[in-house]
């Protein structure tokens, strides 16, 4: 069972930055597609995107492309996400999830491990 912790949320100024991280437990981590997904308050979870088990590839919700980066280091067992220009919309929590599937899937369904997920607030 893949066990994942959240780190790095927290309050930023609008036109901000912030990275997030996801520390795997899982020795077996490179085997996992990767995703972020966020929830704000009252709103159903989005998928942010994704990135596959090498990191070669990647995938983001349109409303994302351009401003957010995913990446990952499989030898530190870590998946990263690089957002820029955030802006007050974008708060909520962030949440990593793993898929044992080889596909970045939108759709939570899909993804079988989840951590407690990182606060973000973007104050305007």
């Known amino acids: 069972q893949v066990q994942l912790v959240e780190s790095g949320g927290g309050l930023v100024q609008a036109g901000g930055s912030l990275r997030l991280s996801c520390a795997a437990s899982e020795h077996t981590f490179s085997r996992y597609v990767m995703g972020w997904f966020r929830q704000a308050q009252g709103k159903e979870r989005e998928f942010v995107g994704g990135i596959s088990q090498s990191g070669g590839a990647t995938y983001y919700a349109d409303s994302m492309k351009g401003r957010f980066t995913i990446s990952r280091d499989n030898a530190k067992n870590a998946v990263y996400l690089q957002m820029n220009s955030l802006e007050p919309e974008d708060t909520a929590l962030y949440l990593c999830?793993?898929?044992?599937?080889?596909?970045?899937?939108?759709?939570?369904?899909?993804?079988?491990?989840w951590g407690q997920g990182t606060q973000v607030t973007v104050s305007s």
């Open positions: 999830a793993a898929s044992a599937l080889r596909i970045i899937y939108m759709d939570q369904g899909n993804y079988a491990y």
